[in-house]
Each structure stands twice: as structure tokens, then as C-alpha cells.
């Protein structure tokens, strides 16, 4: 089955500063790759995505890659600032158009502080 | 309209007890997945249920615990004969596969407390 391993488990920036999450995953056929981010006793909120058919894909702040090769996908965020703190979760899936869903399997998570 | 709504929000079970956690997913949404998270540690998945089909219990403890989700009504996670252990958040998650919309959005989970 699927293993996702995410690094580093914790990571503290200054304000202003990037910041970067690393996964890796293990099963080729993996082909969807989200991630997510849960503040202290909320739900986890999907704040990005990629698909396999893409290899990087960015909405302001955040940008995601995605290296099929090498089974390595990334969070980029930049110009952190104090709200960014949260736990941040990678996680990977098998979609099969018109047919089901494999589950997500996600990382263990990264804590990130940004410090003002 | 309304997300992913679970009840109850915490719950506190003794040892040797059951405990039934519920959770109704977005409306149209056919598929709902259950995970665990122990304090500190990450999502752990338990099972991936469509209508009155269970796709995938791969994460599921063989015994004591079930998981339905029936024609009509909530998803039901059921932990039989609590122990300590089993005191963690569960999270449920629901999506609806349709072309390019296949996000899963969570619900704000159920706390257990097994005492």
C-alpha cells in the first residue's frame, strides 16, 4: 500500500521568510496529491492540490511541485505570516475517473511557526 | 449548505462501553471516509465507505470496531468495548466524484475520551 513520509515534523520562520514541506510517496499509482492545513482543535482544510498530470501549480502565496520520477512533492509558502502557523498535512490518492476513489493516506504532519 | 457536519463534538466513554460517532456528509456527496488523530500525530486512515458499501476498511482494528453508512442517514462509527486507547479525534471526510470536483472536505470531529 501507499506510504507517505513528510519532513521536517516541525519548522519555525521569521515573518517575511519561505517556508518549505517536503513528501515523499511510495505507490506509482498515486496520481493526486493535496495538502492540507489543520489549526489547533479545527478540521483540516484543504488549501492546495496537484495532479499527476502537472508538475507545479500556485495560488498567491502557496505553490505546490511535483516530481513523478523521484516521488517527491513540496508546499512552498512565501512571505510567511503569524496566521500561517498551523499544522500542515501532505497526503496522496489514486483517482480513477469514473470509477472509485482510492482513500487518502496522509503524512504525519509538519507543525510550522511563524514567528512576528 | 451545510459541510460535513459530525456530533457529537466530544465524547466520554468508561472502559468496557460503546461508542457511536456520527457523520452526515455534504449534501449530494456519495463518498465518506473515516480518520483517526492521536494528539501530536497525523490523520491515520480507518475506512472509505460509499452508500451501503464499505470500498476500503484497510485501516479499520479487525475487531470491536464497524463502520456503516446506510441508504438513509448519517455514517455511523462504532467502537465496541472502549479501552484507553481509543481515545483519540475521528475525523470524518466526505467527497462527490463528478469530473474534475473530487476535493474531500473534513468535519470538525469527535473527541473521545475513554475514562
Known amino acids: 500500500g501507499e506510504n507517505v513520509e513528510q519532513h521536517p515534523s516541525t519548522l519555525s520562520v521569521q515573518e517575511g521568510d519561505s517556508a518549505v514541506i517536503k513528501c515523499t510517496y511510495s505507490d506509482s499509482a498515486s496520481n493526486y496529491f493535496p495538502w492540507y492545513k489543520q489549526e489547533l482543535g479545527k478540521r483540516p482544510q484543504l488549501i492546495i492540490d496537484?495532479?499527476?498530470?502537472?508538475g507545479e501549480k500556485k495560488d498567491q502565496r502557496i505553490a505546490v511541485t511535483l516530481n513523478k520520477t523521484a516521488k517527491h512533492f513540496s508546499l512552498h509558502i512565501t512571505e510567511t505570516q503569524p496566521e500561517d502557523s498551523a499544522v500542515y498535512f501532505c497526503a496522496a490518492s489514486e483517482l480513477n475517473y469514473g470509477g472509485s476513489q482510492g482513500n487518502l493516506i496522509f503524512g504525519k504532519g509538519t507543525k510550522l511557526s511563524v514567528k512576528p | 449548505n451545510a459541510g460535513v457536519m459530525q456530533n457529537p463534538r466530544h465524547l466520554v466513554r468508561r472502559r468496557g462501553q460503546e461508542a457511536r460517532l456520527r457523520c452526515s456528509p455534504v449534501k449530494g456527496h456519495s463518498h465518506v471516509y473515516w480518520y483517526r488523530q492521536l494528539p501530536e500525530e497525523g490523520l491515520k486512515f480507518m475506512v472509505y465507505l460509499q452508500k451501503e458499501n464499505i470500498i476500503d476498511e484497510s485501516g479499520m482494528p479487525k475487531e470491536r470496531f464497524s463502520a456503516e453508512f446506510p441508504k438513509e442517514g448519517p455514517s455511523i462509527l462504532r467502537i465496541q468495548q472502549v479501552v484507553r486507547g481509543d481515545s483519540a479525534a475521528y475525523f470524518c471526510a466526505s467527497s462527490q466524484l463528478q469530473g474534475q470536483n473530487t476535493e474531500a472536505f473534513f468535519g470538525q470531529g469527535t473527541r473521545l475520551t475513554v475514562v
Open positions: 496537484i495532479r499527476s498530470n502537472v
